[in-house]
């Protein structure tokens, strides 16, 4: 396969795995979503989930946030860890809102980007998912499978980020970054990978990674 068929294979495989893609974490509106999102890093979705709706039945937007500590924020939200850190960014983020946007969340990078514990894969999150701006955010499951399907180095999530978009049709990225996370999950994941269920890496998949799986899984000998 060319390197084009096998990016036309990857988009195929995942538009028909994934035809309706859900939103991984819960949310109502861009602050909820950028709450949500700020929190999730270095924990999961599944807990983060868990743990918004404690926050969100406090304070639901930036004028009821600030209303609440610091300490406060982060008693709620400690079981998603990093919570000192996450506390502070929340509520110094939401403060920013009120006084330099009138308490809604700004529409582009470099504005998300300036906002306390807000870096650029939340950003891209967030324009993404909230406002529909075509973005690419790299998580570990990104990472892990542009580097498995060989269409990126994996030195950083920058590099990967700079490939993906190379690569894919801007007017797709929305969809696939999410397409690619669901797939991570459910078929090439780092732990438990079963390479006879992950059709894309087992087809296009970066020889050296199809050589050490196989290497990994041969019986020894007695």
Known sequence: MTKQ?????????????YPKIP???????????????LMSAQSTDVRVNQITPLLFDRADNPYAMVKLSVDEIRE??????????????IHGLSQILIDKYNGKVPKSFEALEELPAVGHKTASVVMSQAFGVPAFPVDTHIHRLMYRWGFSSGKNVTQTEKDAKRLFPRELWNDLHLQI?????????????????????KTIGRKTVLKE?????RPIKK
């Open 5 to 17: 068929e096998k990016i036309d294979f990857t988009i195929k495989t995942l538009q028909e795995l």
């Open 181 to 201: 996370i669901w797939y991570g999950r459910e078929y090439s994941p780092a732990r438990g990978w079963n390479l006879d269920k992950d059709i894309i890496t």
């Open 23 to 37: 939103i991984p974490l819960d949310h109502t509106d861009p602050y909820t979503l950028l709450i949500a999102v």
């Open 76 to 89: 709620i939200i400690k079981p998603v860890g990093l919570s000192p850190m996450k506390s502070k960014g």
């Open 213 to 217: 799986y196989q290497k990994l899984k």
